[in-house]
Nanobody, 123 residues
Framework: QVQLVESGGGSVQSGGSLRLSCAAS????????MGWFRQAPGKEREGVAA???????VYADSVKGRFTISQDNAKNTLYLQMNSLKPEDTAMYYC?????????????????WGQGTQVTVSS
């Protein structure tokens, strides 16, 4: 049974920082590609950042230079460091995993999803 559990969300003021974590279990973590997605009320889920098992990373244009995705294979944990947060970053953030080598922001290509962690940025 694949499990992805996110944590680290919260409320911050504009310009602040948060680090999200995603603890993975139930499969061989190092063989999967991982990603972070977000969904705001009334909007579609969008890809934020992803990392592939080939070492590649990809970011949405809206977060480039502000967010950094990383992983600790020893801890089976994926991270998303979010700096210079803006009110438009407010959303539920989800961790996802896929059985493929390449990083991608296409949600339909991911097989497993966490329950999400809420991020709220106030102006």
């Amino acid at each position: 049974q694949v499990q992805l559990v996110e944590s680290g969300g919260g409320s911050v003021q504009s310009g602040g920082s948060l680090r999200l974590s995603c603890a993975a279990s139930g499969y061989v973590y190092s063989k999967d590609s991982m990603g972070w997605f977000r969904q705001a009320p009334g909007k579609e889920r969008e890809g934020v950042a992803a990392t592939g098992r080939d070492g590649s990373t990809v970011y949405a244009d809206s977060v480039k230079g502000r967010f950094t995705i990383s992983q600790d294979n020893a801890k089976n944990t994926l991270y998303l460091q979010m700096n210079s947060l803006k009110p438009e970053d407010t959303a539920m953030y989800y961790c996802a995993a896929r059985r493929g080598p390449l990083s991608t922001l296409s949600a339909r290509l991911y097989n497993y999803w966490g329950q999400g962690t809420q991020v709220t940025v106030s102006s």
